[in-house]
């Protein structure tokens, strides 16, 4: 007689929703005008905020809580000592948004049918990210950013997540007629998406979890989930391979393609091992509690993307041994939770299938920015909740009500603050808009960026009115800007311009100079051809072969 199936909780309902909904329209978070890689995870958490939370836990969640506790404290102490606060302030407030919207699905997701509906939103998330993309990239035209994602990794990280709980959707939930036609359908689309995307790292990651799971299922339910497994690989290919591409960052072929044609391990990870002797040269400079979240982008000499790409030298670097040791426990006890489950339980498979994304994303993560960008970590984080999440009706009151109190009160605390300095943060991002009046030089609003440094794309716009009256004014704020932007290479090439508007071409080679040992190898063609243009200037005993070496990378 098979098992019943529990129905989730009447408190769970609303949250459990408002979370389907959240997870199905979460790629086009993107479109909002307000710093596109946070705002998905503090939408979710606004959306979250309305759920009842049940107040009483066990022992077990406890132990976690007390570990994720510890782990924000952790990472808020390493951006208090960070050279570059307000950058981090914000990363560490995307953490505490992205750890909630897991809490809530470990303390909300008790039934069989809540995480099937939780396994398809990000299942059909996924399809419609990748239906937009296709459909809006015929309306653009060639060499524009990609639609929605902005750069295919994204995309790919994203469409991992999605095509692992779309296998699951379709291997643990069988349905007949037409539902049974959308899970396929579903399945076949996002594993698509993820082949076109052009990563190696997905196709990594989803091997793994295919590994983990024809390793722990039984028989005949292994023999199935290879059987649907290869039919949609199959059918992927094929519907990937309609969407052809000459673009060398997109398709599974160009991906062939870049690893066959490799020549050494440098080419074969795309300069990610280049990268990572350089981030832990970086790592042992604070290795206890590392240089706070969101340090990577202020690297110098400039590196690709915002983060390490291996999520390891990621915490190492941002919060250390102590946040290293703290994540790597937690996602510990989330697989080893899913596995020790009793297999009569109702939610065995979903746990276990939530623990094999969960563990498709660390793969992964150890080549790209699964533990990075908003909508890969988000779903990671998912995932864990699921794991950690205790079966059954709500749980039986906690041992240590006092303890639980104060572990409450610091994670509404942490939401709190983080809320307040996403609220700067977006102000700032919204001011800088091309839409947004110019604020005066000495207006609040400048000076609050000034003490706030969170966020500086669109500064020139600003410079750019300041500048007609006063050029001092943009050169002095375009240096600020290099010490303290993340866009700081653009700024370099600007405050040299500026100084050649007030004839003062000695500082422009200063600027351009300093600009070509720091900034990113990309903006090397534009720095070199103002220099070449420019008097000679007296010697700074600084040769070609005391730069540093620049890296490129595919993300």
């Known amino acids: 007689m098979p098992a019943p199936v529990l129905m989730p909780p009447r408190h769970t309902i609303t949250p459990i929703s408002l979370l389907v909904a959240f997870l199905t329209l979460m790629a086009f978070g993107t479109l909002l005008p307000i710093d596109y890689d946070r705002t998905i995870a503090a939408l979710g958490v606004g959306l979250l905020l309305f759920a009842r939370h049940p107040a009483s836990t066990t022992r077990t969640d406890l132990i976690d809580s007390t570990l994720l506790c510890a782990l924000g404290m952790t990472g808020l102490v390493s951006a208090l000592l960070s050279r570059h606060i307000a950058v981090s302030l914000v990363a560490w407030s995307n953490w505490m948004f992205i750890w909630s919207i897991g809490i809530v699905a470990a303390r909300q997701i008790r039934s069989a049918s809540a995480m099937e509906r939780i396994f398809a939103a990000i299942a059909i998330g996924g399809v419609l990210g990748t239906l937009y993309v296709w459909i809006a990239r015929s309306f653009t035209a060639p060499g524009t950013p990609l639609p929605l994602y902005i750069h295919p990794r994204l995309m790919g990280m994203h469409l991992t997540a999605a095509t692992v709980a779309a296998l699951a959707w379709l291997h643990l939930a069988p349905r007949k007629g037409d539902l049974r036609t959308a899970q396929w359908l579903v399945a076949i689309v996002s594993c698509a998406g993820m082949l076109w995307s052009g990563g190696r790292s997905p196709i990594l990651a989803l091997g793994a979890a295919l590994g983990m799971l024809l390793l722990l299922d039984p028989g005949r339910d292994r023999r199935a989930l290879l059987r649907q497994t290869i039919l949609v690989g199959i ?82 670097l941002e919060s250390g041994a102590v946040g290293l040791v703290l994540f790597t426990t937690i996602t510990s006890r989330a697989v080893a939770r899913a596995l020790r489950m009793p297999r009569d339980e109702p939610t065995a498979p979903w746990r276990l299938a939530a623990a094999t994304g969960l563990c498709a994303c660390l793969a992964g993560g150890l080549f790209d920015g699964y533990f990075y ?27 240590h009500p006092r303890r639980q109190l104060w572990l409450g009160m610091l994670r509404r605390s942490a939401l709190v603050v983080g809320c307040l300095l996403m609220l700067i943060h977006s102000f700032f991002v919204l001011r800088f808009s091309k839409w947004a009046p110019i604020p005066l030089p000495d207006s609040t609003t400048a000076r609050l960026v000034r003490a706030f ?18 050029p001092r004014i943009a050169i002095a704020w375009s240096d600020w800007a290099c010490r303290h932007g993340t866009d700081a290479d653009f700024f370099y090439l600007y405050g040299a311009v500026q100084c050649l508007r007030i004839q003062r071409p000695d500082l422009a080679a200063e600027r351009l100079d300093a600009g070509l040992r720091w900034t990113h190898r990309k903006w090397w063609p534009y720095l070199r051809n103002l220099r070449h243009q420019l008097p000679a200037q007296p010697a700074t005993g600084t040769t070609d072969a005391d730069k540093p070496k620049l890296l490129n990378t595919n993300s």
């Open 235 to 316: 059918a992927a290919l094929a519907l990937s391979a309609a969407n052809w591409t000459d673009n060398p960052g997109l398709g599974w072929w160009h991906a062939i393609s870049r690893s066959t044609a490799a020549t050494d391990m440098s080419q074969l990870t795309s300069s990610r091992t280049d990268i990572w002797k350089l981030v832990w040269s970086r790592i042992q400079e604070a290795p206890l509690l590392g240089h706070g979240p969101g340090d990577y982008r202020f690297m110098r000499p400039r590196q690709d993307g915002h983060q390490p790409h291996n999520w390891i030298l990621q915490w190492l």
């Open 373 to 399: 960008h908003a909508q890969i970590y988000i779903c990671a984080a998912l995932f864990a909740g699921l794991c950690l999440g205790v079966p059954g009706p709500a749980p039986a009151p906690a041992l």
């Open 453 to 470: 440094p969170s966020w500086n794309y669109g500064l020139e716009r600003w410079l750019d009115s300041w500048g007609k009256d006063d």
